[in-house]
């Protein structure tokens, strides 16, 4: 009777590491598939961004300083360089 008990509790703790591996990896799939398909949701149907001025012409970096250089001061350097 001792050995039948014996195997009785090795086939349950088998059984219960078994069904923690499977579980787990059925969470990482799960996982992997449902960032998958939200990725390619944001890919499909990007975030339509507003502007929060209309009349803003400067662009915010995340990094850095705001460089806002008016269209003419750039087409007088362009047009500076060409002649030299």
Known sequence: MPKLNRILWSLAILFIVITTVIFSFV?????AAT???YGLY????PKKKFPKHHNSR???YTFGEIIDVKSEVVHDT???K???
């Open 78 to 80: 362009i047009d500076v």
């Open 58 to 60: 400067s662009q915010v």
């Open 27 to 31: 969470i990482i799939l799960v996982g």
């Open 82 to 84: 060409k002649l030299r």
């Open 35 to 37: 960032l998958s398909l």
């Open 42 to 45: 944001r890919h499909y149907f």
